[in-house]
Structure formats: C-alpha cells, structure tokens
C-alpha cells in the first residue's frame, strides 16, 4: 500500500491569456523525489505554488494526506504548515537572524515553548550544517547559506513534503553545490520532496521520477536513467539537447 | 536674561505643553497611521476610500484650520465642551496620522512582496505576517521619516496658541511683548525649540543605528 502525501487533481491556472498550469494531476507518494524539468516560463514555478496554496488555483483539487485545501472553508495557513517551501530568490526574513527565521513558524505557528523551538530550530541548522551560523542575519551570509539556512527553515516544523523552486538557480555555480550537498542529505533522510531543478547529475543520483513540464502541463514522467538518455516526447528531446550543451558550455 | 529667570514657570509650562502635545502626536499618529496603512493595504475599496479623503483632509488644509474647528466649530454644533489642550493632543495625533499613514504604507510595500509569500509559506497567517515580518522590517526603514515628521510636527505645534492653549510659542510671544524685550523672547524661544528637536532627532538617530539590521544599508 502506498501513502499518498501530496496529489492534484485537474489543476488550472491562468493569468490572463497565458495559462501556467492546464489541467494537471499528480501524486506524491511518501519518501517520493520528484524533479520538475522544464523550460523558463512554463508555469512550473506557478504550479508549485498552487500546491503549496499559495497562489490559489482556478480549477481542481489540492490533497495534503487526503485532506481536500481546495474545499472552501479549510485553514490554509494550517495546511502550509504541513508543507515546506523553498524560494527560488530563497526570501529569508531579513531583520531575523539564522536562528530566528528558522524559529518563527516553530513559536508563533506551531507554538511551541521557548526552549523547545530553540533546540528544534538549532536541530534544523545542524542538519544543514549552518549551526555555527546560528546568530547571522541573512545579509551576512552567502546565497549558498542563505539557502540552507532557507532550507532549514523548509524542514525545521516537520512538514509532510518539501516543495523547492529551482533552489540553486539564483545561486553562483560555485555555491550551488553546498546547496545540492544539502538536498542530497535530505532525501538520504528520506525527505518527500518535489523539486523544480535543473541539476542533472543531482537528478540523476536522487530521483524517483523526472516530470517534463512545458507550457502549463506535464508532458511527461519517467524513471531518471531513461529520461536522460532516451526522453519519450519530443520536446522533452529538444529540450534535453539544449540543456546538455548549455551545461558542456558552463 | 533676567526676563528668562522670572518668567521660568510659565516658559516651563509651555515647553512642557509643547513636548506633550509633540510625543502624544507622534505616538499616537503611528499607531493610528499603521491601522490607516493596513486599512488602505488590505481594507478593500470602500475602506481605502475613506482613508484617502482622511489623509487628505488632514494633508490638505492647515492645521491651524483644522484646530480652530475643532475647538470653536465642532462643540457648539454636536453641544459638547472640548478642552483646548485636549483637542490639541487629539489634532495632533489625528493630522500626523495622515501623513505617518504614508510613509508606513510606503515601507511596508518596501518590504512587502517576498516576505508575505515567505511567511504565509511558513504557515504564519496575513495579520501574524504582519506583525512579525513586515513591521518591523517596516518600521526601521521608517525611522528617518519619522524623525521628519517630528521635526515638522514638533513646529507646527505653534498653532496651538490659536486654540487658547500655552505652547511655547505663545508663551514667548506675551513674554515678548510684556516686558519689551521681542527679540530676545523669540530668540530665546528659538533655542528652546532647537535643543528639543536637536535631542530628539539624536535619539531617532541613535535608535536608527541600534535597530539597523546587520548587513542592510537602508537609504532613507
């Protein structure tokens, strides 16, 4: 029996006449590592989001462990809380330290005591190695750090899946891989998550399933291995070639 | 001096007249300028609206307007009797509400975008956002306009005299004109003003400085 953690169904959105998310269903089973491939402009980012409900979909049904948060009436602000976000342009609460941003949901979502969110929080940081980073504030840090510590923020309060928008794409090639370090050891943990990343050979190593999303739906899932040497849809093909020559360029 | 030394209780009491009415506007104007901006951020149309003919209002007429029909206008009317300093105390706030609801507005857009996503990503709710994100980032940036509008509150207060209320300016002025000695009363008045708005502007500084958020250079 497989546990369903996070499934849509049929999901729209649009903004103006440019639709972002047509029609798409997917299901995310637990310790599921589903990466999202796909050109700039997709609507991968605005699909994440409408998972996360934090842009609400026009049409279709968002399911956190068989709770409906399309329904009227349901708690967002609970739900999100169950799901963990990670930002492209990372958006760390800038007057809060490390520790702080981490803190927060801890002691004003989940209200936990003091002391308890203290070593929860610390906890996070360790296990994405910015303990000793604790007491920064973001604007000390490198985007690298910036993201784990964004990351840590993601993980600290448990959440039933993690949801990351290209995590390292706004990062330095050389910070990337502290961040990706960081993904790898989350998923070790087995970590549900559902990552919009172009790291192919971090894709390669971690994940269950590659979708190929391309103007607003899924064009197409398959295994890894398969996906990079032999993709099924066309546009998955074109798009292949250019991000390995683009890749051999970097 | 000797017209300074003899006439020191009542330049006191003006001064200290003048302090109250400064602090009690500018505090009071913050509290009531947060609720206008997020009133006008979040309230809809129709709230918005009326906060714009609000701010307007107090933006685009005179204070000593808006005192005079406060004090000699509005109680004969509605049958009421309003302490002049009372009124005062209540101008003041109302006036620099309007113009604090801006600059606070205008700093919580500042920071607003990313950092609402941010914290309703966390699970936090719209108002929780607010409070624990988007003010206080929000109200460092303010901290220079906000010594500003102290500076300009803090003058206008000269208005006061036209309510009937003992402010320093008019203190000075009958001090001036009873003892023959005009220019050295508005001189003298001119100091006192000066070392008051001089401490606090230090004190807005010294604040601006301690709360800066490591790593940010905020440019006001």
Redesign the interface.
């Known amino acids: 029996m497989t546990n369903i953690v996070m499934e849509c169904r049929n999901l729209w959105k649009t903004y103006g006449n440019i639709i972002a998310v047509k029609d798409v269903s997917l299901q995310i089973n637990e310790g599921d590592i589903k990466l999202i491939f796909g050109p700039s402009g997709s609507g991968k980012s605005t699909f994440l989001r409408c998972l996360?409900m934090?842009t609400p979909p026009d049409k279709g049904d968002v399911f956190l462990r068989n709770e409906c948060l399309t329904k009227p009436g349901v708690d967002l602000?609970?739900a999100?809380?169950?799901?963990g976000?990670v930002?492209q342009?990372i958006?760390?609460?800038?007057?809060l330290t490390a520790l702080g941003n981490v803190e927060?949901?801890l002691r004003?979502?989940?209200k936990m005591s003091k002391d308890k969110a203290r070593d929860r929080a610390m906890l996070a940081l360790k296990e994405v190695k910015m303990e000793e980073w604790a007491n920064?504030?973001?604007?000390?840090l490198s985007g690298g750090q910036q993201q784990r510590i964004g990351i840590a923020?993601?993980l600290a309060?448990e959440p039933d899946i993690i949801l990351l928008d290209e995590p390292t794409s706004a990062l330095d090639p050389e910070l990337t891989g502290e961040v990706i370090d960081t993904l790898r050891d989350l998923a070790k943990m087995g970590t549900t998550m559902l990552i919009v990343s172009h790291e192919m050979p971090f894709a390669r190593e971690v994940a269950d399933e590659m979708i190929f999303y391309d103007e607003g739906a899924i064009i197409e899932t398959n295994l890894p291995e398969l996906f990079f040497t032999s993709p099924e849809s066309e546009r998955a093909k074109k798009f292949m070639a250019r991000l390995i020559k683009r890749t051999k360029r970097e | 001096m000797s017209f300074i030394v003899e006439n020191l209780p009542l330049i006191a009491n003006g001064f200290l007249v003048t302090i109250e009415v400064t602090l009690v506007g500018i505090f009071a104007g913050l509290a009531l300028g947060i609720v206008l901006a997020i009133g006008d951020l979040y309230g809809g149309k129709i709230i918005s609206t009326i906060i714009r003919f609000y701010v307007e209002f107090f933006r685009g007429s005179p204070i000593i307007a808006q005192l005079f029909i406060f004090v000699y206008v509005v109680p004969p009317l509605f049958h009421v009797l309003i302490d002049p300093l009372i009124a005062g105390f209540l101008i003041f706030a109302l006036n620099s509400a309007a113009y604090q609801k801006g600059y606070i507005k205008g700093a919580m857009q500042a920071v607003f975008e990313d950092q609402m996503q941010a914290g309703l990503s966390i699970g936090l709710s719209k108002a929780s956002t607010i409070v624990f994100v988007i003010l206080p980032q929000a109200l460092r940036i303010l901290i220079p306009a906000w010594s500003n509008e102290f500076c300009s509150l803090t003058k206008s207060t000269a208005a006061l005299s036209q309510a009937g209320v003992r402010d320093l300016t008019s203190t000075f002025s009958s001090i001036g004109s009873q003892t023959f000695m005009i220019l050295e009363a508005w001189v003298a008045c001119a100091i006192l003003y000066l070392i008051w708005i001089t401490v606090m502007t230090k004190i807005f500084d010294i604040v601006y400085e301690k709360k800066k958020i490591p790593g940010i250079e905020i440019s006001a």
């Open positions: 996360a934090l602000n609970k999100r809380a169950k799901i976000f930002f342009h958006w760390l609460f800038r007057h927060l949901a004003r979502v989940l920064h504030y973001p604007a000390q923020r993601a309060r």
